[in-house]
């Protein structure tokens, strides 16, 4: 019988230490049932998971949900800022909230106005992360979160590398909706790319976009995470654990970009 997940689970028999991986769920204000929906799997699973906040998208409806969760189990999800108004301001090419036509100036007053109003609303439950909408920002981008004192900056891996002394930078590799959109054979190629990736990179990163993922499509997130979860070579973590580690093996750069 066909099972997509086969490669994963190979790959966590022959592993010789735990395989470290880390889900980010984007959009965190918008479609919110979906959302709570798929807070309900990974709590199920016992599975972390860290959640990207849209600051001018959130209701006191989404923070009372999102802090009774972080209460219950606050070792199993994080909440950190996505962009400020998840907003495109570029007028050609990429969408990009922090891209390249956006000053220094105008750029720290968003990430700075979006800082204060997840301050307000979750207090210390709110972790110095930030994922910059579109998965894209620029040195710029960089310089102000240094000077916000965020901790850690998670885009996608293919971005554009950008030099920080003071920034952990944590990316993902797995664009689950993408894939599952855009391969003629969707969960052989996600459970393909899980596998090249958890196989190799010494921490890896799986995006999720609630939005795009009804019930149906649920489904297979639940048999990954109960594969997960019932292996004893799988490592669940943060984005916060792993500040102070390495994140990538030198063969990483060499997978297919996924
Ligand atoms: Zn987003």
Redesign the pocket.
């Known amino acids: 019988m066909f099972n997509w997940l086969m490669p994963v689970r190979t790959v966590l028999d022959e592993a010789e230490k735990p395989v470290r991986l880390f889900f980010r769920d ?2 965190a204000g918008w479609v919110n049932d979906r959302l709570y929906l798929l807070l309900d799997e990974f709590a199920y699973a016992g599975m972390p998971i860290d959640v ?1 906040v ?1 600051p001018r998208a959130i209701n006191h409806h989404l923070v009372d949900e999102l802090l009774l969760r972080w209460q219950q189990g606050r070792h199993l999800i994080g909440l950190h800022q ?2 400020y108004g ?1 907003l495109n301001h570029e007028s050609a090419g990429r969408r990009c909230e922090f891209g390249g036509s956006r000053s220094k100036t105008q750029q720290k007053v968003d990430i700075s106005k979006g800082q204060v109003m997840l301050r307000a609303a979750f207090g210390n439950a709110l972790e110095p992360h930030f ?1 910059p ?2 998965n894209r920002c620029t040195a710029k981008t960089v310089e102000c979160l240094e000077e916000l004192d965020f901790h850690l900056l998670s885009k996608d891996v293919t971005a554009a590398q950008l030099e920080s002394s003071k920034l952990k930078q944590v990316p993902v590799h797995i664009d689950w909706s993408k894939i599952l959109k855009t391969s003629p054979t969707p969960l052989v190629t996600l459970g393909e790319a899980i596998a090249a990736h958890i196989g190799c990179n010494a921490v890896t990163g799986i995006m999720l ?1 609630h939005a795009n993922m009804d019930a149906e499509s649920l489904k297979p997130l639940a048999e990954l995470l109960a594969v997960l979860v019932g292996h004893s070579n799988t490592q669940g973590i943060r984005l916060r654990d792993t500040l102070g580690y390495g994140t990538e093996c030198k063969q990483s750069e060499k997978l297919p970009m996924l």
């Open positions: 984007d959009d990207a849209i996505h962009g998840h994922t909408p579109w976009h």
